[in-house]
């Protein structure tokens, strides 16, 4: 049996405006407005379950709402194993894109940081275990992602870490964010050109165990395996970018069931390139 992609954070509602013509403060600005499902690590296994190729799990907390049941029952429509807690109220992400597909979020996370450490049995199965930096920034989520992964690694579970968002390394810190991946160490770490520059990914002896994924839009990937060297994988041009939230997590999810089905990193990265490329032509993250 093929082994499960496990991701461990956020699921919230987004609310999505698209903007028509450039924001004017202070006054009206035609678009439409679009609630659907959100989080980031909700949404890389959601598009993990879509493509099909691996089984996927969310791992995370909801609020005792109809929100979060909503949610929840989106996700196991879409054929997610959704492990969840239930407490606080579930969160919600105001997310304005611009004419050319760019997006600004503005994110109440909500229930989903009130995680606490979760059973055993939530990790059984797992061939890998993916975790959102945004994980690391509020608690008490943050200390239950950090046992999540090393209980994880205890398993001989792969490990992988999404970079986020510049705004939230910066925030974090670039020293302690650099310090807390080094201790991690974890065995694949995906991020955008703007979040590797800021983390310095390309200093020689950083990370030297794992595997780094740089995306850089519409240019080619870049990736280098430990001990080795970078490697470009070019990104097929997507005809029209309605929007790019949730581009980023379904790169994650076509990488990484690449990785489960032991595909060469190359082919990984065209497979994460590929699933990105589906996801930049619709409304909303998936």
Not at 41 to 69: E, F, I, K, M, W
Request: charged share 20%; aromatic share 4%.
């Amino acid at each position: 049996m093929t082994g499960v992609l496990g991701s461990l954070g956020d699921l919230v509602e987004d609310i999505v405006v698209g903007l028509s013509e450039p924001l004017a403060i202070g006054t009206d600005a035609a678009g439409d407005i679009v609630r659907t499902r959100g989080g980031s690590a909700a949404n890389v296994a959601s598009a993990a379950a879509q493509l099909g190729r691996v089984p996927a799990r969310y791992l995370g907390c909801v609020g005792p709402d109809a929100t979060g049941d909503g949610l929840v029952a989106g996700l196991e429509r879409d054929g997610v194993d959704v492990r969840v807690q239930r407490r606080g109220c579930t969160g919600a992400i105001v997310i304005i894109v611009e004419p050319g597909g760019e997006r600004t979020m503005v994110p109440n996370r909500g229930a989903s940081i009130l995680l606490e450490p979760i059973a055993d049995d939530w990790l059984d199965g797992l061939a890998v275990l993916h975790v959102p930096a945004y994980g690391f920034c509020a608690e008490p989520i943050a200390t239950t992602a950090l046992d999540a992964l090393r209980r994880a690694r205890e398993r001989g579970v792969t490990t992988c870490i999404d970079a986020s968002s510049v705004g939230m390394l910066r925030t974090y810190g670039r020293d302690r964010i650099r310090a807390l991946l080094a201790e991690l160490s974890p065995d694949h770490l995906i991020a955008n050109s703007d979040e590797a520059e800021f983390l310095g990914l390309e200093e020689p002896g950083y990370l030297p165990y794992t595997t780094l994924v740089v995306k850089h839009g519409s240019a080619p990937t870049a990736a280098r395996p430990p001990g080795g060297d970078w490697l470009e994988v070019p990104v097929v041009p997507v005809e029209e970018v309605r929007d790019t939230t949730g581009a980023g997590d379904a790169f994650a999810a076509g990488y990484l069931s690449a990785v489960i089905l032991h595909e060469g990193i190359a082919t990984a990265c065209a497979a994460g390139n590929a699933s990105a490329a589906h996801a930049l032509g619709r409304s909303g993250a998936l």
